[in-house]
């Protein structure tokens, strides 16, 4: 039937990105074992359940931007965790570095100065009831912290992300165990990609 095979063709898939470095770069913050079975196990299950879900549902478009920003329930929660994994492999970089000057004076602008930005980041992610995330956000041309618990993105309420950490216990439980404060702080110090938070600001 033409509209059959027109449906399967439009069906939506989505494949798992590969880490943007090795699995061993963000050590000592993040293990190599904490990396392979939080992108390769954790996050490969929610691309691969989207990917289920979508096989069933009747969604349009094209992006998985899309599929969030229009389902709920199972879906918009696999959907969510796939792309808050993405953008969290990206948050990450290898090399511990400090903010560009032109960065460093938009956290001072609002924020007040880089170390009350650190404190506010450090508290949404320590602070977080439960499973979640800490995002730096541009809303409205102005940065902000904020938490979500569980899968919820910024990005599924018209936010433009920044950065984010997740706070999810499988994220930290192998190298901290239960200290999500040693794993939160070792992260804003040590492994922040700067870079791509200007990148996503322009
Ligand atoms: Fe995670």
């Known amino acids: 039937m033409a509209t059959a095979t027109a449906k399967a063709v439009q069906r939506l898939h989505f494949n798992l990105p590969p880490l943007p470095y090795p699995e061993d770069a963000l050590e000592p913050v993040i293990s190599a074992e904490t990396l392979s079975l939080h992108h390769g196990k954790h996050h490969k ?16 478009g094209s992006t998985l931007e899309d599929v969030v920003r229009s389902s709920q329930g199972k879906l918009f929660n696999n959907a969510a965790q796939a792309w808050n994994h993405a953008f969290y492999w990206q948050s990450l970089s290898p090399k511990a570095a400090a903010p560009s000057a032109a960065m460093r004076q938009r ?44 899968a919820d993105t910024p990005m599924a309420h018209g936010v433009r ?17 239960n200290q999500r404060e040693r794993y939160v702080q ?4 040590k492994r922040l990609n700067w870079e791509f938070a200007e990148k996503n600001l322009k």
């Open 45 to 60: 299950k929610y691309v691969d359940t989207t990917n289920e879900l979508l096989a069933k549902a009747d969604m349009r």
């Open 107 to 150: 956290l001072e602008r609002d924020f007040g100065t880089y170390e009350s930005f650190v404190d506010k980041f450090a508290a949404a992610a320590i602070g977080q009831f439960g499973s979640g995330w800490a995002w730096l956000v541009d809303k409205d041309g102005k940065l902000e912290v904020i938490a979500t618990p569980n």
């Open 161 to 177: 992300c920044l950065l984010t950490i997740d706070v999810w216990e499988h994220a930290y439980y192998v190298d901290y165990r």
């Open 186 to 189: 070792a992260v804003i110090e």
